[in-house]
């Protein structure tokens, strides 16, 4: 157990709808990154916050949107869902932001756009 | 843009055998991780190499990185059952933005 925590586990939704996956970072972390994982995409980079503000970037769509609260829980907002948008949805928190600190990673959510 | 590469993509080994995962880069980085997924699971984080030249062993598996070479590699000894799982690795860009590789199915056969 990473000390992360995600919800919800799974989602299954609709083409168009609009969802919302929530990240809990370890005590202590500032830094939260979301991660999307599909077949076809692999493992990319979507977004990271370091304590509240947005840090970098990287594959994320106009569609997604991310923001990290003053508790430090972060919410990833997927809206105007496509089929390809199916993919694990991961979160990883550390204690400060660049590579020098270790990622721990979230269970993950199963987003299953039908 | 950062390229990772990892090879081969799929491994099947016998229970006992010693083989290799190699994950190349494309721009100069000093600071690569390897992770261990588990079917339907979550990243598990395995090492964390942050220096040329850099070693690190943990039970059955020793992880390098040559950040001349652009490389790192994961050596497995005397492979178990247990092992079996996919193995990435990711590489800090210098832009707090880590690239992972395409990731190794290694499949332990008893």
């Known amino acids: 157990d990473s000390g992360v925590t995600q919800t919800p586990k799974h989602l299954i939704t609709a083409t168009g709808q609009r969802v919302t996956l929530r990240c809990s970072p370890r005590?202590?972390?500032?830094?939260v990154y979301w991660y999307q994982q599909s077949l076809d995409q692999g493992l990319q980079f979507l977004i990271q916050y370091y304590n509240g503000e947005e840090r970098a970037k990287g594959n994320i769509l106009e569609r997604f949107s991310a923001q990290q609260f003053p508790d430090l829980h972060s919410e990833l907002n997927l809206s105007s869902l496509e089929l390809g948008d199916s993919a694990l949805y991961f979160c990883?928190?550390?204690?400060?932001?660049?590579?020098?600190?270790?990622?721990?990673f979230g269970p993950g959510t199963r987003l299953t756009v039908t | 843009e950062l390229k990772v590469e990892q090879n081969p993509l799929f491994l099947s080994m016998q229970e006992g055998k010693n083989y290799t995962i190699y994950c190349n880069y494309s721009t100069t980085s000093d600071r690569l991780y390897w992770y261990r997924q588990d079917p339907g699971k979550s990243l598990e984080s395995l090492f964390v190499l942050l220096s040329n030249g850099a070693v690190k062993q943990e039970g059955r598996l020793m992880a390098s990185l040559d950040t001349k070479a652009r490389l790192s590699t994961l050596h497995i000894t005397a492979a178990v059952h247990d092992l079996s799982a996919t193995y990435f690795c990711?590489?800090?860009?210098?832009?707090?933005?880590?690239?992972f590789g395409t990731g190794t199915r290694l499949t332990i056969i008893p």
């Open positions: 005590s202590g972390d500032l830094s």
């Open positions: 990711a590489v800090d860009g210098w832009n707090e933005k880590l690239t």
């Open positions: 990883a928190s550390s204690i400060g932001t660049g590579g020098l600190y270790e990622q721990y």
